[in-house]
Every structure is written in C-alpha cells, then in structure tokens.
C-alpha cells in the first residue's frame, strides 16, 4: 500500500510551542500534501512538496521531505490554539489519480 | 470556502430509503472525487471522475452509485445502505488527476443510516 502513516495519532501542546508531526509512506511518490481538517468538516490544503524538493515553508509551516526515508514532517512554529484541528499528510504517485491519506495526527494546542 | 459545496450537510436515512449527495464546483477543475472518512480509519477513495468520465472505482459496493452530468457535478446516489455506511461523505475536486495539484474539498455530508 502506497498509504502515508503520520506519527503521533496524537499530540497536545501549549500555545506558543512548536509542532511536529510525521508522514512515513511506502512507494515513489510524485509529490506529498499536507492537509488540516477542522473536526467533522472538509479538508484544507496546507502545503505541497514535489519529489525533486527537500524543504518548503509556508508562513507558520515548514514542510520536509526524505524520499530516500519515504518520509516527511510537518512543523507548525509559534503555535495558537487555532490551529487544533487533524492534520494529514497524502501521497501521490506519478501519473497515478489516486491521492492517499494516512490516518492522521490530531493537534491539540491548549491556550 | 473552498468552491466546492456539498449537500445536504446532513442526512439521516432508513436502510430501505434511496438519497442521493450533491456536489459542485465553481472552480473549473476537471477532476471530481468522492471520499468515505469513518471513525478512526484513513479517508477511502471511492471514486474518480476525469472529464466526466469514471476512471476508478475503489472496489465500492453497488449500493453506492455515482454520476458526474458535467465537469461541475458529481452525485453520489445511494439505496439500501448498512449501518455501517455511516460516515462523512467528502467530495473533492482537483484541476487534473495526474499533475502536482492540491485537491480541494467540500465540507462534507454527515450519513446516518438507521
């Protein structure tokens, strides 16, 4: 299975402290996405790194990837209680149709 | 808001009824999908449309049955679901299938079946 796995399933941390969550996957990918969902609603697109990219930043976001690993983190600096939520991380392969999600890390930043 | 609206946001339906989940976009993409997120499992890809047409069906039982009339809408017809149908129904929508592109979703319809 091409399924990304994100480490913790879950975290909680105070506000102002920095984030870390990781995606391991299994095959080549063409490019991994990060995504947030807010509890019982759709999800929304954080960041996109390409194979052929190692790092990628995004105001409070900051993306790696490993694909030597297959893996790839996501840390959120300075965090706020707003950015509670589920995070994902979805693989895609090349030329493939299928995006892949993991299971997800669930975020909880106390005020 | 995303440019993908779903509805009904929630559905509450008996194991005999036949309904039907809407969605649209207004985003000019050409892909379409629709997505099962249950309790504690990973989003399941059900299905993907591609300039209308279907090109992958994820092994999904037939009690569920999409339709795509035009690149900006995607139905999911459903009859005689399982309780463990249950579930948020999430559509989403990219500009192609095969590209470096981000897939946008809809807020997604909450299915109870009774």
Redesign the interface.
Known sequence: SQ?GEEDPQALSIQEGENATMNCSYKTSI??L?W?RQNS??????LI?I?SNEREKHSGRLRVTLDTSKKSSSLLITASRAADTASY?C?T?K???????????TKLTVNP | ETGVTQTPRHLVMGMTNKKSLKCEQHLGHNAMYWYKQSAKKPLELMFVYNFKEQTENNSVPSRFSPECPNSSHLFLHLHTLQPEDSALYLCASSQEVSTNTEAFFGQGTRLTVV
């Open positions: 399924q063409n490019n996405q995504y019982g609603r759709g999800l929304v697109h996109l390409r994902f979805a895609r090349g030329g493939s149709e299928k995006l892949v999600f993991g299971k997800g």
